[in-house]
Each structure stands twice: as C-alpha cells, then as structure tokens.
C-alpha cells in the first residue's frame, strides 16, 4: 500500500478522538442521544479545524447499527463503509469544483429517493461558499422543506459569502483554532504509535507555525519525521519551518535591556539575511515578550507558554524586565506589525520599532504615560479657571461684556494644535546658508519618489525653507499634514535616508506648519536687526541671504531658477517653452 500523509492516517473516526471543539462534540452526542437531530448544519470555521471529520463522524453516528449512541462503534458494516467512503447514502460534494446549478439540481432530484441501506440520506457539501447564486437559489428550497431521511451538511471557511436565507434555515457550529496545548498532546499520540522520540520544545515550535490548524500541524509533523533521523529535534523543527530559536530571541532581549542598539540591529540583520522575514519576526516577538509576560506575572502559567520553556534562564530573563515595559514592548511590535502589512519596507518598520523599545522609558506601575504638553496645558488651565473664581467670589461678576468674552477666549483649549520645534529652528536659523538649503532642494525630488504615494501626498504641499549643515527645516500648509509627518518616524527616517544617498549628509529634518514659520520668520528678522538695510560693501550675512526679503528679490530669482524642478524641464522643453508661474 502506498504511503499516505499523517493528516490522512490519524483522521479522528470518533468524536472521543476529537481535538478540542467541545462545544461542538457536546451538542452533536446530547442531540444524537436525544433523537433530536434537525435535518440541516453549516460548520464553518479556519482550515483544519476539523470540520469535515466531524460531519463524517456524525453521519457515522447518525447510521451506526447500534443507533441511537453518542459514540459510532466503527464495527458495523455501516460506519466500515463510511470511513472507506464507499457507502450509498453519505454523498460528499465537492462545491469548489462542482459550483454550477446542474450539479446542484443533480442532487436534489436524487434527495427525494429513500436511502438504500441506511436510516439517514447524509449530503456533506464541503467549501459550500464556493456555489453559484442559482446554485444556492435551487438548493433554498429542499433546505426549507426536505424529505424526513435526508440530512445536509454544510462546511465553509467563509460563511460570510453565504445568502442570509442559507444560513437561517441552518443549525450553525463555529469552529474555533486549536490551542497549542490540543496540538501537541495530538502529536505525541502519532510519534507514540509510529515509535520515534521527540523534544517538547519541539512539538511546540511545529503547534505555533500550525496557528491553530490540526491539518497543517500533521503535515509539518509529516516533513519533520521525514528530515529526521529517529528523534524530532528542535533544531531540525527549525530548519524545516524557517522559525528562529529561542535563544535567538533571548539574546536579543538582553542586548535591549542592556540598550545594546548595535547588537540588536546587527541580530536582526542576520536573521533577515538568513532569510528570515521581518513581518514573521515581528509575529515572533510579540509571542516571545508574551511569554515573558506569563512568566513575570505567574510562574505557574508554564502550560500557556508557546515559544519559550520555562528554563532558570528565561525565569531569571523576565525578573529582568517590569511588566509595564513588556506592555510596551509588546505594544509598539503590535502597532508595527499592522503598518508593515501595507509596506514594502517591512525591515525599517521592524529596526525602528525595536530602536523605539531600546530607548523605551515605562512609566511608573500604576500610572499612566501622560504627554508633558498635554500635562502643561491642563496645569495652565486650571491655574486660570482658578483665578475666574477668585474674581467671581470677589463680585467681578458685574465686568464688562468684553472682560468676560477674553477671558472666555483665554480658557477656551487650543485643541491638538501641532506644537513645532521652534527652538531648534531657530537654532538652525542662525546658522543656516542657501547652499545648504540649494543641497536639500535638489534631492527634493528624489526623495519624494522613493516614497509610498500616501506618504509621498504629505509632503505634496510642503517646501524645504531653511536649512544648515546639520538640519533642514520644512513648511506644510496644512497643519495636520504636519502633525502626520512628524509623528511617523519610520517616514521621516526613510526620507532623511534618501535625501542622505543623494547629497551625502545625514540631515535630521524638522516640521512646522505655514502660520507658526510665518510668525518665526518675523520675529527672528526682527530679533537680529535683519530688516534693516545693509551697506553694499557689507558681506551679506548667510540668514538674510535666506529670508525672502523684497530688497533680496534678485537672490530669490536666482534660487527659484536654480529649482531642479524648473531646471529640469527647461533641460526637455527649453527655457522659450517653460513659464514659471507663481501660486
């Protein structure tokens, strides 16, 4: 007899050798005990959960010779020919390839016939999402009102595609994932029967790359045994799945606590080079601080582990860390992964999140993370609301109309204005030169390009406007642009990035809405006396080159005619066919 796959051979063929699902066991044996069978059920659920094993254990049930029992007995002639599917009256479809409505009426015209040697006519109609709108359209009927014998069975891995009028006239049974615990205590009953050793870490490595799938555990299981010689092995677990080790990760956890960034950046290198992927890592860490978590808050909680043993080293590890700091941690991977999901840039998304969780500061337990501005405009609000009643207590309830209006407007929030650097621009400002800024606005371009579109369309409306060796400062137009910019730190690092490949410095970039660089602008012009006129034999000083002052319209022609943009087109078309029009 030719080989056939674990998955295969070590099928349950009774509900006691069922994986987990118990809701589901527990109903089916009290209805099948009861004669209370209805003559419809949909089982949906994830891929290997066990949906079709279950129907055919239940058609078994239903027309075992020993009927009514909880149990097949798997003796009879009767469940013997269901297992081998060679028996009449339980008829599979396959829906994924037999789809069209002929198929379908096929099968209804035949319902009507009583069974031939059993008590029950059982259809179970698999992947039964798969059927056409007339398909399900001739199937409602015989649903609704089907002969006394006949039962069907409807198993999908999307119910949602299912008409509403299909699933109403069904007895519906969510199948959930298995726990790694159900996967595991099943792989060490196949290893026992086929006589081979195992390592306990390594069954659960195969449970967490299965994610909950019966299937897709025996089938690594499968490929397993075969790389293996005559004992599964952690290592050889890892090679065949493409998972990391544990100690991988636990060294990884040191260098961070240590805040190593060197060390980390250069372990996760490898392991993409290696070929491992960064979103897959990133899943890998989030299970790995999580077990940390179960360690540091209950050392008894060892059965929930899923990617580390509970070894003195991994015991010792999590002392190490305070839980709100594996919060965090486990936070920030969390809201990482779901951004690299919608990147091609998965291993920055990964590097940033895990130089955020170097640097990561937790909070006090107990207490919550509060933004300083935030905490500074609070305190500022009630200092003032505090003064109002002083003044009302003290009979300013007579003031004037205007009184009362100002200082309404004085208590009134601010809402969640963008707060710009301003101090630091004008730290760039006092050193800034046109040709760092001409630098900057040449590799404008380039950097837009290397972007995503939605990001590139942040930075649509906004403009490089001053800029020193060091650091470059950018005017938005609007304010949440700004705000979106600056708060998105793997888009500003892949930006400075790109604009460092092509001009050679590694610029730190600075954001700050149109009004409040307005307003900066002014007061830096009049702080350092730069709107006063300066004597033609006097070197122009770099920031007055650079504010665009009226008596500096020549230097800002000269600058508009240096844009690569413009440059560029004139390169194509000729400087007769390019009009540079002022917005």
Same mark, same amino acid.
């Given at each position: 007899?030719?080989?056939?796959?674990?998955?295969?051979?070590?099928?349950?063929?009774?509900?006691?050798?069922?994986?987990?699902?118990?809701?589901?066991?527990?109903?089916?044996?009290?209805?099948?005990?009861?004669?209370?069978?209805?003559?419809?059920?949909?089982?949906?659920?994830?891929?290997?959960?066990?949906?079709?094993?279950?129907?055919?254990?239940?058609?078994?049930?239903?027309?075992? %010779?020993?009927?009514? =029992?909880?149990?097949?007995?798997?003796?009879?002639?009767?469940?013997?020919?269901?297992?081998?599917?060679?028996?009449?009256?339980? +008829?599979?479809?396959?829906?994924?390839?037999?789809? #069209?409505?002929? *198929?379908?009426?096929?099968? +209804?015209?035949?319902?009507?016939?009583?069974?031939?040697? =059993? #008590?029950?006519?059982?259809?179970?109609?698999? /992947?039964?999402?798969?059927?056409?709108?007339?398909?399900?359209?001739?199937?409602?009927?015989?649903? %609704?009102?089907?002969? %006394?014998?006949?039962?069907?069975?409807?198993?999908?891995?999307?119910?949602?595609?299912?008409?509403?009028?299909?699933?109403?006239?069904?007895?519906?049974?969510?199948?959930? #994932?298995?726990?790694?615990? $159900?996967?595991? /205590?099943?792989?060490?009953?196949?290893?026992?029967? +086929?006589?081979?050793?195992? $390592?306990?870490?390594?069954?659960?490595?195969?449970?967490?790359?299965?994610?909950?799938?019966?299937?897709?555990?025996?089938?690594?299981?499968?490929?397993?045994?075969?790389?293996?010689?005559e004992h599964v092995q952690l290592d050889d677990v890892l090679l065949v799945t493409g998972s990391v080790s544990q100690d991988a990760f636990y060294d990884i956890a040191i260098s961070l606590q240590q805040k190593d960034v060197a060390q980390v950046l250069g372990s996760v290198e490898n392991l993409i080079a290696d070929g491992k992927e960064p979103l897959r890592l990133a899943e890998d860490f989030i299970t790995f601080f999580r077990d940390l978590l179960l360690l540091k808050t209950d050392g008894t909680l060892e059965?929930?582990?899923?990617?580390?043993?509970?070894? *003195?080293?991994?015991?010792?590890?999590?002392?190490?860390?305070?839980?709100?700091?594996?919060?965090?941690?486990?936070? +920030?991977?969390?809201?990482?992964?779901? /951004?690299?999901?919608?990147?091609?840039?998965?291993?920055?998304?990964?590097?940033?999140?895990?130089?955020?969780?170097?640097?990561?500061?937790?909070?006090? !337990?107990? =207490?919550?993370?509060? $933004?300083?501005?935030?905490?500074?405009?609070?305190?500022?609000?009630?200092?003032?609301?505090?003064?109002?009643?002083? !003044?009302?207590?003290?009979?300013?309830?007579?003031?004037?109309?205007? !009184?009362?209006?100002?200082?309404?407007?004085?208590?009134?929030?601010?809402?969640?204005?963008?707060?710009?650097?301003?101090?630091?621009?004008?730290?760039?400002?006092?050193?800034?030169?046109?040709?760092?800024?001409?630098?900057?606005?040449?590799?404008? =371009?380039?950097?837009?390009?290397?972007?995503?579109?939605?990001?590139?369309?942040?930075?649509?409306?906004?403009?490089?406007?001053?800029?020193?060796?060091?650091?470059?400062?950018?005017?938005?137009?609007?304010?949440?642009?700004?705000?979106?910019?600056?708060?998105?730190?793997?888009?500003?690092?892949?930006?400075?990035?790109?604009?460092?490949?092509?001009?050679?410095?590694?610029?730190?970039?600075?954001?700050?809405? *149109?009004?409040?660089?307005?307003?900066?602008?002014?007061?830096?012009?009049?702080?350092?006396?730069?709107?006063?006129?300066?004597?033609?034999?006097?070197?122009?000083?770099?920031?007055?080159?650079?504010?665009?002052?009226?008596?500096?319209?020549? $230097?800002? !022609?000269?600058?508009?005619?240096?844009?690569?943009?413009?440059?560029?087109? *004139?390169?194509?078309?000729?400087?007769?066919?390019?009009?540079?029009? /002022?917005?």
């Amino acid at each position: 007899m030719t080989y056939q796959a674990f998955y295969r051979v070590y099928r349950p063929q009774s509900f006691r050798e069922m994986s987990g699902q118990t809701h589901v066991k527990r109903t089916l044996q009290n209805a099948l005990l009861a004669s209370k069978t209805t003559h419809a059920y949909l089982f949906s659920g994830p891929r290997g959960t066990g949906k079709t094993s279950t129907a055919k254990i239940f058609a078994k049930a239903l027309n075992c %010779e020993n009927a009514p =029992a909880s149990e097949p007995c798997n003796e009879c002639p009767t469940c013997l020919s269901i297992t081998e599917g060679s028996h009449t009256d339980v +008829i599979e479809f396959d829906a994924a390839s037999n789809s #069209r409505v002929e *198929e379908m009426r096929d099968i +209804i015209e035949k319902v009507r016939f009583a069974p031939a040697n =059993a #008590r029950f006519k059982v259809y179970i109609i698999d /992947e039964v999402h798969m059927l056409s709108t007339s398909a399900f359209n001739a199937l409602l009927k015989t649903l %609704e009102e089907p002969p %006394e014998h006949a039962v069907f069975i409807l198993a999908t891995t999307e119910p949602h595609k299912l008409p509403a009028t299909i699933i109403s006239r069904c007895q519906r049974f969510d199948f959930k #994932r298995l726990s790694s615990i $159900d996967i595991v /205590e099943r792989m060490k009953v196949v290893l026992e029967d +086929i006589g081979m050793g195992y $390592d306990e870490q390594a069954l659960k490595a195969i449970a967490q790359a299965a994610a909950g799938g019966m299937r897709d555990a025996l089938s690594l299981l499968d490929q397993v045994v075969s790389f293996s010689n005559e004992h599964v092995q952690l290592d050889d677990v890892l090679l065949v799945t493409g998972s990391v080790s544990q100690d991988a990760f636990y060294d990884i956890a040191i260098s961070l606590q240590q805040k190593d960034v060197a060390q980390v950046l250069g372990s996760v290198e490898n392991l993409i080079a290696d070929g491992k992927e960064p979103l897959r890592l990133a899943e890998d860490f989030i299970t790995f601080f999580r077990d940390l978590l179960l360690l540091k808050t209950d050392g008894t909680l060892e059965e929930l582990l899923e990617f580390i043993s509970p070894d *003195e080293k991994f015991l010792s590890l999590a002392e190490q860390f305070e839980a709100n700091t594996l919060y965090g941690f486990i936070d +920030i991977l969390a809201k990482t992964q779901q /951004e690299m999901r919608f990147s091609h840039h998965t291993k920055i998304y990964l590097e940033t999140a895990l130089l955020k969780m170097a640097q990561y500061k937790a909070s006090p !337990q107990g =207490a919550a993370a509060v $933004d300083p501005a935030i905490e500074g405009k609070v305190a500022s609000l009630e200092s003032r609301l505090g003064q109002l009643s002083q !003044q009302l207590e003290s009979g300013g309830g007579g003031a004037p109309v205007q !009184q009362k209006e100002q200082a309404r407007q004085r208590v009134r929030p601010q809402g969640n204005q963008y707060n710009a650097p301003t101090g630091r621009i004008q730290e760039v400002l006092k050193t800034a030169t046109k040709p760092d800024l001409q630098k900057v606005k040449s590799a404008w =371009a380039g950097g837009l390009a290397s972007l995503q579109k939605s990001h590139a369309a942040l930075l649509a409306d906004a403009e490089p406007v001053a800029a020193n060796a060091s650091a470059f400062v950018i005017k938005f137009k609007y304010d949440i642009h700004c705000q979106m910019v600056a708060d998105n730190n793997a888009l500003v690092s892949l930006f400075t990035q790109q604009i460092a490949s092509e001009v050679g410095i590694q610029y730190e970039l600075l954001c700050i809405p *149109e009004p409040a660089w307005i307003r900066l602008r002014e007061n830096f012009i009049n702080e350092n006396g730069l709107n006063q006129k300066k004597s033609p034999s006097n070197d122009m000083n770099a920031v007055e080159d650079l504010i665009e002052e009226p008596h500096f319209l020549e $230097d800002v !022609q000269v600058m508009e005619a240096q844009d690569p943009l413009i440059t560029e087109a *004139e390169k194509r078309f000729g400087k007769d066919f390019v009009e540079v029009i /002022e917005e």
